[in-house]
């Protein structure tokens, strides 16, 4: 089993109930098992500044799939929970992003591993930070990429990690 790490997000109905059904959906697929999860974080939009906030949370993952195989199950379980692409960063009912797949680093045309953006991203580096302060990405610890950031408009919303079963 390789230990893997996931963003949720969502703008749009209840991102919260979606996140959670997503890592409802993520614990029971064959192959995978959800071992921790952050906190839940209201965020401001990224990229695309005039939607509406949006809810963030990071994963970790125990999985037996490879890294496409995963990323091939985070998209399957958008479109369930009824991701509609219609602009960049734009709004959405669901993201799930694969941000990390143990210490592997894979570049294909529709994968890139570690995530390219975690580092520009303080709604990905908080909730990832929580759950592993100390893991390595392009060289650094996640808490070396926090410092630079400006990460005072994103505040949690839940006590722990435990929202994901309760909803």
């Not at 109930?17 to 999860?37: E, I, T």
């Not at 839940?40 to 994963?59: S, V």
């Not at 125990?62 to 995963?70: C, S």
């Not at 759950?131 to 400006?150: F, S």
Request: aromatic share 6%; proline share 6%.
């Amino acid at each position: 089993m390789t230990r893997a790490f996931i963003g949720l997000g969502g703008n749009m109905g209840d991102p919260a109930a979606s996140m959670a059904q997503a890592l409802r959906l993520l614990d029971s697929s064959a192959g995978v098992r959800v071992s921790k999860v952050s906190r839940l974080y209201r965020t401001p939009p990224w990229g695309k500044l005039d939607q509406a906030e949006f809810r963030n949370a990071c994963a970790e993952l125990e999985t037996d799939l490879a890294p496409a195989a995963l990323l091939d199950l985070a998209l399957a379980l958008e479109q369930r929970l009824k991701r509609v692409r219609l602009e960049r960063w734009g709004p959405r009912t669901i993201d799930i992003d694969v941000l990390a797949y143990g210490e592997a680093r894979v570049e294909t045309d529709r994968l890139t591993l570690p995530h390219p953006r975690i580092r520009e991203r303080a709604f990905v580096l908080i909730p990832l930070a929580e759950l592993n302060p100390d893991l390595n990405i392009e060289g650094h610890p996640v808490r070396h990429w926090l410092k630079g950031l400006d990460a005072a408009c994103i505040e949690a919303v839940t006590a722990d990690g435990g929202w994901w079963t309760e909803v």
